[in-house]
């Protein structure tokens, strides 16, 4: 395949706007400190995620309980776009009146280097679309658009300043290609996803958690994939077929004009997040210096 020029930057897109505030903290003062301790061809550019107990949320059940407004005045600080994770699937039209969710919306609508949605439903969409024209949308990967031509299609909505497809289309480098520029620049691919390449019941899943947002009393979703056990593993996400490495967005996707990546976490610990951020944007000989700076010291014990 022929090559095109390489944009100047990846961006990365990073989980726990509100689980993991207490890191970023700490994190990004770090980051943006020692901005030679990271690789000078990424940047990160929003950060997303909904509050515990969010009716609209989707993907997970809970993502902390840090008070927005703190939340905002720290993306603020650093030039972060803020997105707000509302890919609940099975909204009705009584829930658009939901008093937190659109508290949410009028705390972050204004926030310096804009915000997004992440969201799934349509009506929803339009919803939002009215009432707060300040947001720009993500269509969701929760919509398990597994299909080329549907996600194709979802790429050409003009509602969507950003899609992000199944973690099953990641690797499909002959449709990739043949995308126009336009389209490319709105592809953000999730890099780390850990559920089974094969697995049939990734919407059920997110159908489940929709319903628990919505205070439905339903059991939790049980997995019967191969690969459902144990949880998640960083070490068993790189050995997902559709796992995009550092290597991958330098010497493929990056070549191929596309520029934005998603980075998984929301509802793990603050600990494989530092894990991610270390493999995916931490020059190597600086990872130490970044570890030390975030929590390891010479007292410290692991047992």
């Not at 990056?254 to 493999?279: H, M, P, T, V």
Request: aromatic residues 14%; charged residues 25%; hydrophobic residues 35%.
């Amino acid at each position: 395949m022929e090559k095109k020029a390489s944009p100047l930057t990846a961006h990365f897109h990073l989980p726990g706007l509100f689980g993991f505030y207490d890191f970023y903290r700490v994190f990004l003062p770090l980051y943006s400190k020692h901005r030679d301790f990271f690789y000078d061809w990424c940047e990160i550019d929003s950060i997303y995620g909904s509050p515990q107990d969010c009716l609209w949320g989707g993907g997970r059940t809970s993502d902390g309980t840090a008070d927005a407004r703190e939340v905002l005045s720290l993306v603020d600080e650093f030039g972060l776009s803020p997105r707000l994770t509302f890919s609940n699937s099975l909204i009705r039209a009584e829930h658009l009146c939901d008093k937190k969710c659109n508290s949410l919306c009028e705390i972050f609508k204004n926030a310096k280097a804009g915000a997004g949605i992440i969201i799934h439903s349509d009506l929803l969409l339009e919803y939002l679309e009215k009432k707060f024209p300040e947001f720009y949308f993500v269509s969701s990967t929760t919509k398990v658009l597994t299909n080329f031509d549907d996600f194709e299609a979802e790429l050409n909505r003009t509602d969507f300043k950003y899609v992000v497809p199944d973690f099953r289309l990641n690797k499909d480098f002959e449709r990739l290609y043949a995308l126009s520029d336009p389209q490319k620049d709105k592809v953000e691919f999730l890099c780390n996803e850990c559920c089974d390449f094969g697995c049939t019941q990734r919407k059920a899943c997110y159908e489940n958690v929709s319903r628990k947002n919505l205070g439905e009393d339903v059991a939790d979703h049980k997995c019967f994939s191969k690969e459902g056990a144990g949880g998640y593993r960083f070490s068993k996400a790189m050995k997902n077929p559709g796992f995009i490495s550092v290597s991958d967005i330098q010497e493929k996707y990056i070549q191929l004009g596309f520029s934005n990546f998603k980075i998984e976490g929301r509802g793990l610990g603050s600990a494989i997040l530092l894990e991610f951020l270390l493999y995916y944007m931490t020059k190597p000989e600086h990872q130490l210096e970044v570890r030390e700076a975030i929590y390891l010291d010479s007292m410290l014990d692991l047992f």
